[in-house]
């Protein structure tokens, strides 16, 4: 019977059940591995990393504060130079 989890889900799969652990550290212990599991593993763990660093990277930021609910406002301004006018 043919397997109805698409790469994406099992890669999202992947990501749960290694979201506590060290990517690069799960990354090298990787020898050796060959088949299409081992590629999305590595896949997962990529992302992780990659989700990871930004995360400390942007985690002290001079002025950054929380989001409140609904996300954040962006002010429309008017390009400089620009005219008000009527349409």
Request: net charge positive.
């Amino acid at each position: 019977m043919k397997e109805k989890r698409n790469l994406h889900q099992k890669v999202q799969e992947m990501c749960n059940c290694y979201a506590t652990t060290d990517p690069l550290k799960s990354m090298s212990q990787m020898v050796n591995e060959d088949s299409e599991d081992a590629a999305v593993k590595w896949l997962a763990l990529a992302a992780l990393h990659g989700v990871n660093a930004n995360a400390k990277k942007n985690h002290h930021l001079p002025g950054r504060r929380p989001e409140r609910a609904g996300g954040s406002r962006v002010p429309a301004r008017r390009p400089s130079g620009a005219q008000q006018g009527h349409r």
